[in-house]
T-cell receptor
Framework: KAGVTQTPRYLIKTRGQQVTLSCSPI?????VSWYQQTPGQGLQFLFE???????NKGNFPGRFSGRQFSNSRSEMNVSTLELGDSALYLC????????????FGPGTRLTVT | EDKVVQSPLSLVVHEGDTVTLNCSYE??????LLWYKQEKKAPTFLFML????IEKKSGRLSSILDKKELFSILNITATQTGDSAVYLC??????????FGKGTRLHILP
């Protein structure tokens, strides 16, 4: 069974731009969660989607948004990028909601210059 | 504010030693506590704990939860160099929100 895939794996953007990251969950998984990981803050929860609905949202500004499609694939968008948005963005999928026993993707490394 | 605190932040031991990693939490509407191992790539799931006093075991790893004192420990016995990783503790509340600790970086010396 294929694991969670994320694209792109690496991304370099400049301040003020926007970016869209993609996550394809494990087949059959309907819950997708997004996390930001930085050396200073560790792993922080962004939001979770289940059956195309945002179930929960972490403490991030409105510049961070997401959506989930009918095939459970999810996208995360960050607008008006700031230097502090440089991080590893991890996506995780799980079979059901609530999201436990999550399976993480390899992440997208975003660098904002 | 909900928080998860892990200690120590880093740990260096020799192969064969036993280590104990700690995780304390302050979370309203607790549902479960999760342990993950993160090497170079994404975290991999180790344990989910929901009940106090019931040890979960997988090979040389074991974990237990104390819901009265609001903490969990992860034990690794007979450590091996392959155990070197960051160990993450996370708590899930009943609103399905997950809060991670900052992790314990474990380094096993051969």
């Amino acid at each position: 069974k294929a694991g969670v895939t994320q694209t792109p794996r690496y991304l370099i953007k400049t301040r003020g731009q926007q970016v869209t990251l993609s996550c394809s969950p494990i087949s059959g998984h309907r819950s997708v969660s997004w996390y930001q990981q930085t050396p200073g803050q560790g792993l922080q929860f962004l939001f979770e989607y289940f059956s195309e609905t945002q179930r929960n949202k972490g403490n991030f500004p409105g510049r961070f948004s997401g959506r989930q499609f009918s095939n459970s694939r999810s996208e995360m968008n960050v607008s008006t990028l700031e230097l502090g948005d440089s991080a590893l963005y991890l996506c995780a999928s799980s079979l059901v909601s609530p999201s436990y026993e999550q399976y993480f993707g390899p992440g997208t490394r975003l660098t904002v210059t | 504010e909900d928080k998860v605190v892990q200690s120590p932040l880093s740990l260096v031991v020799h192969e064969g030693d036993t280590v104990t990693l700690n995780c304390s939490y302050e979370v309203t509407n607790f549902r479960s506590l999760l342990w993950y191992k993160q090497e170079k790539k994404a975290p991999t799931f180790l344990f989910m704990l929901t009940s106090s006093g019931i040890e979960k075991k997988s090979g040389r790893l074991s974990s237990i939860l104390d819901k009265k004192e609001l903490f969990s420990i992860l034990n690794i016995t007979a450590t091996q160099t392959g155990d070197s990783a960051v160990y993450l503790c996370a708590v899930e509340d009943r609103d399905d929100k997950i809060i991670f600790g900052k992790g314990t970086r474990l380094h096993i010396l051969p």
